[in-house]
Each structure stands twice: as structure tokens, then as C-alpha cells.
């Protein structure tokens, strides 16, 4: 199983990005330690936009080929209704969507408390820093294994 690892804006600049809130990792160095730990059977895509409509198409993408997806969706979390929409057409038509933060966005400004998308989400894991992405990864193992 292909599983996307699908990421928004500014998440290109991981490693010199506020490193005191999302760590000295860049995407290159998350992308190499999940690969690395990534159950048995499970490839990753892992890709970064800082283009809603190249996002969106993603998650078409994902429906069509029947891929569980990881999605960080950065700053859209917060306002973008047409990747949410997007977002829910995978976990509708019953493909696991998990949506992961680096930080916890609930201990940091009050708008990043709201997300467009956890509502549709199957599950949310947040505030473990690249470990959000390998507790999903891992869990999408169990829900498809
Ligand atoms: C983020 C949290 C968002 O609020 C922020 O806009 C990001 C990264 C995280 O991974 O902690 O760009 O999604």
C-alpha cells in the first residue's frame, strides 16, 4: 500500500523555520527516518506545496488511487474549505486520513485552535514533532493491516 505523506506551506522551510517551535529536522531528514521505520508492506510518498490547488489535486489523486493519507496541512488547517473538502473525499469514500501537526497547535495563538479539516479527519496526532508523522504512519498500519 502507497501511503501519501502530504504537506502545506512553509513545511519546505523545515530546519531553519522557527526551530525553538518545529525542531532542526527538515523535511529531507523526516522523509529518510520514516522511511526507515515504515511498517512492512507501507511505501510513503511524501510531498510539500506551497499551492492550495496543488494540494487539493493531491487528495484527488489519493481517491483515485485508493491511498490512506497523512496530511499536514500547515496554515490551510485553519481556512482553506476547498482542501478540507478535498481532505474529506478521501475519508469518505473510507480511506484512512490523518491529519498531523509538528506542533500542538492548542497550546500556541487561539487561531490555530480551529481546523477546518479534523472534523472529516479519521484521527489527529499533534505535538510530537516528526514523531506525529511516524505515530500516524504506524496507524494507518494497523487500520489496513
Ligand atoms: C503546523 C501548525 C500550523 O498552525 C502551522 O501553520 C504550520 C505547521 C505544525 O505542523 O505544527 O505551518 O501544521
Redesign the pocket.
Known amino acids: 500500500t502507497t501511503v501519501l505523506v502530504l504537506n502545506?506551506?512553509?513545511?519546505g522551510r523545515l530546519g531553519t523555520r522557527e526551530p525553538e517551535?518545529?525542531g532542526s529536522a527538515t523535511l529531507d531528514d523526516i522523509r529518510a527516518d520514516l522511511e526507515a521505520s515504515a511498517p512492512a508492506g507501507i511505501e510513503l510518498e511524501l510531498r510539500q506545496t506551497d499551492h492550495e490547488g496543488e494540494l487539493i489535486g493531491w487528495l484527488h489523486e489519493a481517491v483515485d488511487r485508493g491511498c490512506p493519507v497523512v496530511l499536514?496541512?500547515?496554515?490551510f488547517?485553519?481556512y482553506s474549505y476547498g482542501m478540507r473538502d478535498a481532505a474529506a473525499m478521501v475519508s469518505k469514500s473510507g480511506l484512512p486520513l490523518i491529519e498531523?501537526?509538528?506542533?500542538n497547535?492548542h497550546s500556541?495563538e487561539a487561531f490555530?485552535g480551529y481546523s477546518v479539516v479534523s472534523e472529516i479527519a479519521t484521527g489527529v496526532i499533534?505535538g510530537f514533532g516528526p514523531d506525529s508523522y511516524r505515530l500516524a504512519i504506524d496507524q494507518i498500519g494497523r487500520l489496513i493491516g
Open positions: 502545506g506551506p512553509n513545511l517551535v518545529y499536514n496541512p500547515a496554515a488547517t485553519h498531523v501537526h509538528l506542533s497547535p500556541r490555530r499533534a
